[in-house]
């Protein structure tokens, strides 16, 4: 019996990080995802994954399209295995031409119980959440909305169909777990992954 898989899409600083430690405080979760990866790149090849919209690093979009690959292979192989996966990623189309991310996902993920969650969060508490940890520079912060910022909250939702959808702005880390095992205890048919292969 495979194991199940929940992939956690929005923009950096949505929450998805505070969600993945509230689900493996209740269970036993393999977490993969982008953050994982990056911490396995060399420093000149990041943020690889984790690349933001815009097409700003043509140069880095062929990794990506590798990273992402092998990211999904790895989790398709651990719930293969029998073990229950959460990835958070931030899956976009916005690069310098099309890399079919998303695309890619399903077809390596294919025939596996996969629970699509769309993470949400109004752009103005993820300023707020930037500006109180920028990570030394990492994340853009200021008093205005900086155009990369803007860039992930148009980019990452934008044409994808979600199993179960979350508003970390109204529901805490907690509250979103309980929402997504009680997903994974009563899920969709046909699952959005499904309907994705089908279109």
């Known amino acids: 019996m495979s194991g199940r898989i929940v992939l956690l899409n929005g923009a950096p600083r949505a929450g998805k990080s505070s969600i993945v430690a509230?689900?493996?405080?209740?269970?036993v979760w393999s977490n993969l995802g982008v953050d994982?990866?990056?911490a396995a790149m060399p420093e000149h090849l990041r943020p690889g994954l984790g690349l933001r919209p815009g097409g700003e690093r043509p140069d880095l979009e062929p990794l990506v399209q590798q990273q992402y690959g092998a990211l999904f292979?790895?989790?398709a192989a651990e719930a293969r295995a029998g073990r229950d996966v959460v990835a958070d990623v931030g899956i976009h189309d916005s690069y310098s031409r099309p890399l079919g991310i998303l695309d890619?996902?399903?077809r390596r993920l294919s025939g596996l119980p996969v629970l699509c969650v769309g993470v949400h969060c109004p752009i103005e508490i993820i300023m707020a959440r930037r500006n109180a940890d920028p990570q030394g520079g990492h994340y853009a912060?200021?008093?205005t909305v900086p155009a990369p910022v803007q860039r992930w909250q148009d980019a990452v939702h934008a044409g994808k169909?979600?199993?179960l959808e979350l508003d970390t702005s109204v529901l805490t880390p907690g509250e979103c777990a309980v929402r997504i095992e009680?997903?994974?205890a009563d899920p969709p048919a046909p699952s959005a992954f499904e309907k994705l292969a089908s279109a």
Not at 22 to 27: D, E, K, R, T, Y
């Open 104 to 106: 890619d996902a399903v």
């Open 141 to 143: 912060a200021g008093e």
């Open 161 to 163: 169909i979600y199993d």
């Open 182 to 184: 009680r997903a994974l």
């Open 73 to 75: 292979d790895a989790i």
């Open 22 to 27: 509230a689900l493996q405080a209740g269970s």
């Open 36 to 38: 994982t990866v990056m």
